[in-house]
Every structure is written in C-alpha cells, then in structure tokens.
Nanobody
Framework: EVQLAESGGGLVQAGGSLRLSCKAS????????IGWFRQAPGKEREGVSF????????YYADSVKGRFTISSDNAKKTVYLQMNSLKPEDTAVYYC???????????????????RGQGTQVTVSS
C-alpha cells in the first residue's frame, strides 16, 4: 500500500517561511515524480512543484517560482518543500503526491497524480 505522510504545515505571517516534508513508502516503481499540489477552499487543485527521481529535474508553478524550493532524498523516498516569502494567497491544504508520469511540467500544469497523502494545512496571515 502506498503511503505519503506530510508534515510541517502551520500558521505563519506573510513574508515568513515554512518547510514541508513528505515521507513516501509502499511503492515499488523505480522511476517516478514526487512533489506537491495545493487546494484552497472553493478553488481548484493547483500543482505547486514536482521533482523527478531519474534526474532530479524540477518544475514549479509560476505562482511560486523564486519563492519555493523542492528537494528530495531518493534513498529515504522523502521530498521537501521550502516555502519562503509566503503570501496570504499561499494559504491552502498542501498535498504530497507521487506519479509515474515523468513529464513533470505536465504533472504540475495538470495537477495529476497516482497517489497522494492526507494533506497538511498551511495558513498565511496578512
């Protein structure tokens, strides 16, 4: 059974930082993309950032580019999202997800995935 366990969400003031972590387990495919999407109340799911296990290439949504950084430890099957210069519009539930689709630009722009975690709330106050 695939499991994705997120941690690191919370409440922060605008301009602040948070670091999300996600530990993945239970999947056997060697090549995958892992990362994050988010969903705010009343809004559609939005791809945030993904990283490829094959070459560590990354892709970011325009809305977070320059502020968020994704990284991973393949041996630990763990992915991180460092979020700096947070804005109130970043408020959402952030979900960790994994997919066998390796075109990560497609993954982010279409917000598709094979498995996802339960999510962690990020709230940015103004």
């Amino acid at each position: 059974e695939v499991q994705l366990a997120e941690s690191g969400g919370g409440l922060v003031q605008a301009g602040g930082s948070l670091r999300l972590s996600c530990k993945a387990s239970g999947f056997t495919f060697d090549d995958y993309a892992i990362g994050w999407f988010r969903q705010a109340p009343g809004k559609e799911r939005e791809g945030v950032s993904f990283i490829s296990s094959t070459d560590s290439s990354t892709y970011y949504a325009d809305s977070v580019k320059g502020r968020f950084t994704i990284s991973s430890d393949n041996a630990k099957k763990t992915v991180y999202l460092q979020m700096n210069s947070l804005k109130p519009e970043d408020t959402a539930v952030y979900y960790c997800a994994v997919t066998r689709e390796l075109h990560i630009n497609v993954v982010v722009t279409t917000s598709t995935y094979d498995y996802r975690g339960q999510g962690t709330q990020v709230t940015v106050s103004s």
